[in-house]
RNA sequence: GGGCCUGUAGCUCAAUUGGUUAGAGCAGAGCGCUCAUAACGCUUUGGUUGCGGGUUCAAGUCCUGCCGGGCCUACCA
């Protein structure tokens, strides 16, 4: 059996995550294993939070908790949000995990035997009165460039000029306010990425496959000036996987974290062992999708992301993995996506600006979203969400198209024929050319959703689902009805048995209205259509069904207009 | 500044990797149907493929120069 591994980008914890952050990584990756556990393979989809950092401690400091706390409560947040998207993750971790504490402590161990670790000396800005360290984006002054009172300490947002800490006039801190800083030595341990630039370089080469998005960003880091550069791996911070070599102390780190871009692909390890012990099961129950001497080596490994985590899990990640010189498995197929604007800019946190998951949830149910973010996904370029592209799109689609067409045919049925598959007749001229017809988008659709093509994929799903309408328009058997009560039935029965393969096909875009359609025609069978006329006729005549609630209610324009007025979020 | 991506119908996107007359959906127009969520079906309007050069029997596709949009640029994650 085909065996495939399946990751999300983990989402930070630091608050709910807005609708780009979901249709970038955990949105396709969920499609794409719901997709391949119907079609029969065995799939581990993971997905978790990534929890340490400096973002994190501000934000907890913020809400008057301790991190601990924080990231506890956040994880259930978005744990309760995924649930409510529909997200068939096998596993939610937490990078904060003690698997994750081990495991980052022990790759760091084995690198340092490797020698792909190195301890440096460098100057970094403290704060007395934040009583830490300071990144340099938590660094404000003038820009001693171009004037700019707000410069940043990595770079100027005005000029654009890159900066370092020490280069601004009258730098403050930006957590704080706080002026008195001081340049403190300290040290930290680097990855040794450039030691493995050939490694890498000879990797990215032979996949040819991967979108065009997901090798360039990695062929530039490769290749950009001197070429990939080594990476710092610890902070000064106090929540993160303590530095250690393995079980041991490393002499010089006390009191020193690992950088969270360190530990937080190893959580996709972690988060492995994390379900294996959540299963009560032994650690080679999660080493046969991980480990190549432990059964993995047939697993196809499989990654979604937004292009902003690109570097890290084409670079930094592979040269962790490979450094270890243990068989552990690299990914196979990246799968990346540009980023969803919202209204002509940026979702926004700070201004409250767009759409978040869980006013998504609030106003809609998930189907919605699934299907307008998924048939829109920004795989070759930045795309838009609008309310009236939204509204569009969901009415036409789900209402008018599929909605509607469950609709007119089980009522149809039901005032002519009474509440169950009418029997009688055979298949006609319509229906086998109706067949001939969906085996050929089945076959495509099929192809698209095998390749992660998501737009083509649904584009195919919808005019599948067009074809039952044209269809009926043909076969009209409320007129053949009066003339010839065989051929309305048989093309009543064919029409009815497509609402149930429809709920199979669409499973993977839109679960719940899939499990609808499939509670309206009292079946459970879900197995995928192999030969269609046979699976055009599971559901026999006497078949009893349900005339199903409105699977999908329209966006009304008022709505449209309530929902683009409370998103639109502050000025300022 | 550098690099990458991108520009095709009013809008959102295709175009088998250089090969017939550039195609779909939405929106617009007309017709049909009356089972259905004012739904559905059929027909149809609409393009100098951002602009200018070049290569080629052949260019949306390759080269080059402009113009516009976006992203990244390594201590946010």
């Not at 393979?41 to 908790?65: M, Q, R, S, W």
């Not at 002054?141 to 707000?150: A, D, K, V």
Request: net charge negative.
């Amino acid at each position: 059996m085909t065996r495939i591994l399946i990751t999300s980008a983990i989402p930070y914890i630091n608050g709910v995550k807005h609708l780009g952050t979901l249709v970038g990584s955990q949105l396709p990756a969920d499609l794409y294993a719901r997709f391949m556990r119907q079609r029969g393979a065995e799939v581990l989809f993971l997905c978790a939070t990534d929890e340490h950092g400096t973002p994190a401690e501000l934000a907890a400091t913020k809400a008057g908790l301790a991190i601990e706390d924080y990231c506890t409560q956040m994880h259930e947040t978005q744990a309760e949000l995924s649930r409510g998207f529909r997200l068939s993750f096998d596993h939610f971790g937490r990078s904060s995990s003690v698997q994750n504490k081990r495991l980052t402590q022990y790759f760091a161990g084995v690198l340092a035997e490797n020698g792909f670790i190195e301890e440096r000396s460098e100057k970094q800005v403290y704060s007395n009165t934040d009583g830490r360290f300071l990144p340099d984006r938590y660094i404000e002054g003038t820009c001693p460039n171009c004037g700019y009172e707000r410069a940043r300490g990595d770079q100027c947002e005005n000029c654009t000029k890159q900066l370092d800490p020490t280069d601004l006039i009258n730098p403050r801190s930006v957590i704080s306010g706080s002026t008195d800083l001081e340049v403190r030595e300290t040290k930290h341990l680097y990855l040794k990425q450039s030691a493995l630039k050939d490694d890498l370089d000879a990797w990215i080469d032979s996949k040819t496959d991967w979108p065009i998005l997901t090798t360039s960003i990695a062929k530039k880091w490769l290749h950009d000036g001197d070429g990939l550069q080594d990476r710092g791996i610890t902070r000064d911070l106090y929540w993160g996987v303590p530095v250690q070599k393995g079980e041991e102390p490393w002499p010089g780190m006390e009191g020193k974290v690992f950088y969270v871009w360190f530990d937080a692909p190893i959580e996709y390890l972690a988060c492995a062992a994390e379900w294996s012990d959540a299963n009560g099961t032994e650690d080679e129950a999660w080493w046969r999708w991980w480990r190549t001497d432990e059964g993995a080596d047939d697993v196809r490994y499989v990654q979604f992301m937004g292009k902003d985590n690109v570097p890290f899990h084409t670079l930094s990640f592979p040269a962790t993995i490979m450094g270890s010189r243990e068989p552990w498995k690299l990914v196979d197929y990246i799968k990346s996506f540009n980023f969803l604007n919202y209204e002509g800019g940026q979702f926004s946190t700070s201004l409250g600006r767009g759409v978040f998951m869980d006013d998504a949830l609030e106003i809609l149910p998930s189907d919605y979203w699934r299907w307008w973010l998924l048939s829109n996904a920004p795989e070759t370029s930045d795309t838009e969400f609008t309310w009236e592209k939204f509204q569009a799109g969901v009415n036409k689609d789900l209402a008018d198209v599929l909605g509607n067409f469950v609709s007119r045919i089980t009522k149809f049925c039901r005032s002519k024929f009474g509440q169950e598959v009418p029997a009688g007749g055979e298949i006609g001229d319509g229906g086998t050319a109706l067949i001939a017809e969906l085996e050929g988008r089945i076959s495509t659709y099929v192809g698209h959703m095998e390749a992660m093509e998501v737009r083509k994929a649904a584009a195919e799903l919808r005019a599948i689902w067009v074809a039952g309408n044209e269809f009926l328009q043909a076969a009209a058997p409320w007129s053949t009805i009066k003339t010839d009560v065989d051929r309305a039935a048989a093309d009543t029965r064919l029409a009815l048995n497509l609402i149930r393969v429809y709920a199979v096909l669409s499973a993977p875009f839109i679960p719940d209205a899939s499990a609808a359609m499939l509670a309206a025609m009292r079946t459970e069978e879900t197995i995928w259509p192999g030969d269609l006329t046979t699976a055009l006729s599971r559901l026999p005549p006497g078949h009893g069904f349900d005339v199903p609630d409105v699977l999908f209610r329209k966006v009304l324009d008022e709505e449209r207009e309530e929902w683009a007025a409370r998103f639109a979020g502050s000025d300022n």
